[in-house]
């Protein structure tokens, strides 16, 4: 990619993802925009105005060295100076005062980007610094789509149903055992936890060629899944009764949930939605089977047998197209299973990337050699024991934050995110033959 490309690509980039965050802003009024809609997420405000604070850090003032824009608002949209319970009470910027200062921000960047050198710090090299504020502002996005759908009223935002199925996907999907080239060391913005490419190991294993879809997870909770500690791990137990959950989240128990101020009768046969990775847990756990770990999960969706390469995406090294996966807010909605056969990866697995974030079995840590860039706060002070990482994406993941080495991570009780799941287990004797 020549530097006149990437430039290009930049602008185009920032300009996709500025659309959708308006979108997700001018949808609501201000009152709207200022409230604290759950104590789990922030103001909208408050992720709109830290998405052009990110923006001028990094980029007016790192990577440009020019004069700051507001030097005196940093602090309160630092994430790790206020939870989000708090933010509300924060002196903030109000609503159209944001808008002013992230359109300030970003004329500073682009006219910025005409003259900025592209090369000679790996800040900069392939536009690694402006793919990043990208994605972050996509992320945000992502968690602003999560906020609408805990707010009360009406519904405001619009999208088409998303496709029916194509051809019905059942069963499971044998891997065979071996080495594998996990992560990325090419990708050009990718983060630093996704780094770098290594060979990663894993024995023979059976996934589910689909995820869970709601009428399985159904099968689950009428057959007292969640009376049943037999099937809950001893701290997935106690958070169930702590916590009261008695089915996904948005379900109302009688065959309806509720989706972006609709109430709608439950589609069986989508993947099922807000679930923690308790209850994915104890769902596979009930059904005979375990999590896949990450390594499993990424060697089903990015090993190509026939070349013995791992690829971008289960599909190929082509970017995603509509054809491929359910990505970028088009539809509000998980897509049927079997809607996307296209994107279906060499064994036969499908809906690997989109339509739900998939938790897995593993914590989430550095890979051997990983290196924190740009800064320790994007991944490496999440490492540990605490947090389960989900891979795939979502129907509200856009397709600038989501590749088959992309890494999620949560804390195992959350469940506001678009988070669902599919399963795995050992092959039984001659099974694996």
């Given at each position: 990619m020549t530097d006149t490309d990437v430039r290009t690509l930049v602008a185009a980039e920032l300009d996709r993802a500025r659309v959708r965050s308006l979108a997700l802003t001018d949808a609501v009024d201000d009152d709207d925009l200022t409230r604290q809609h759950s104590p789990l997420m922030s103001p909208l405000v408050w992720d709109f105005a830290h998405v052009g604070n990110q923006e001028e850090l990094w980029l007016v003032r790192d990577v440009g060295g020019r004069e700051p824009v507001r030097a005196d608002i940093d602090h309160l949209y630092d994430a790790f100076q206020h939870p989000r319970a708090d933010r509300p009470a924060l002196p903030l910027l109000g609503p159209a005062e944001a808008r002013v200062y992230t359109r300030t921000v970003r004329d500073k960047v682009l006219d910025l980007l005409d003259s900025v050198t592209l090369e000679g710090r790996p800040l900069v090299e392939r536009g690694f610094a402006f793919g990043m504020i990208v994605q972050h502002e996509q992320q945000h996005d992502?968690?602003?789509?999560?906020?609408?759908?805990?707010?009360?009223?009406?519904?405001?935002?619009?999208?088409?149903?998303?496709?029916?199925?194509?051809?019905?996907?059942?069963?499971?999907?044998?891997?065979?055992?071996g080495s594998f080239s996990m992560g990325t060391s090419t990708e050009p913005w990718a983060l630093d936890n996704e780094?770098?490419?290594?060979?990663?190991?894993?024995?023979?294993?059976?996934?589910?060629?689909?995820?869970?879809?709601?009428?399985?997870?159904?099968?689950?909770?009428?057959?007292?899944?969640?009376?049943n500690p037999r099937w809950w791990s001893p701290d997935g137990w106690a958070h169930r009764k702590r916590a009261g959950l008695t089915g996904?989240?948005?379900?109302?128990?009688?065959?309806?949930?509720?989706?972006?101020?609709?109430?709608?009768?439950?589609?069986?046969?989508?993947?099922?939605?807000?679930?923690?990775?308790?209850?994915?847990?104890?769902?596979?756990?009930?059904?005979?089977?375990?999590?896949?770990?990450?390594?499993?999960?990424?060697?089903?969706?990015?090993?190509?047998?026939?070349?013995?390469?791992?690829r971008r995406y289960p599909w190929g090294d082509e970017d995603p197209a509509e054809r491929h996966a359910n990505l970028g807010q088009r539809h509000l909605a998980p897509a049927p299973v079997g809607a996307y056969p296209e994107g279906a990866s060499p064994y036969g697995v499908h809906q690997l990337i989109g339509d739900v974030w998939e938790w897995t079995a593993s914590d989430f840590r550095g890979y051997a050699g990983f290196a924190a860039f740009p800064y320790r706060e994007y991944s490496e002070v999440f490492f540990g024991p605490d947090y389960k990482v989900l891979r795939g994406g979502s129907f509200g993941t856009d397709?600038?934050?989501?590749?088959?080495?992309?890494?999620?991570?949560d804390y195992p009780i959350r469940r506001q995110i678009f988070s669902g799941f599919r399963c795995a287990r050992d092959p039984l004797p001659g099974e694996a033959a």
């Open positions: 992502e968690t602003m789509l999560a906020t609408h759908q805990l707010r009360a009223g009406p519904p405001v935002l619009p999208a088409a149903p998303p496709p029916r199925p194509v051809a019905p996907v059942v069963g499971e999907a044998l891997i065979p055992g780094r770098p490419a290594h060979t990663a190991r894993v024995g023979a294993f059976l996934i589910d060629r689909a995820p869970v879809t709601n009428a399985l997870y159904q099968e689950f909770v009428d057959a007292g899944g969640y009376d996904p989240m948005h379900w109302h128990g009688d065959g309806t949930y509720t989706r972006f101020g609709r109430r709608e009768p439950i589609v069986p046969d989508e993947p099922v939605v807000h679930v923690c990775w308790y209850e994915a847990e104890a769902y596979a756990a009930w059904a005979g089977k375990r999590l896949p770990t990450e390594a499993e999960w990424e060697k089903a969706a990015r090993f190509d047998p026939a070349t013995g390469r791992s397709r600038s934050a989501c590749r088959g080495t992309f890494r999620n991570w």
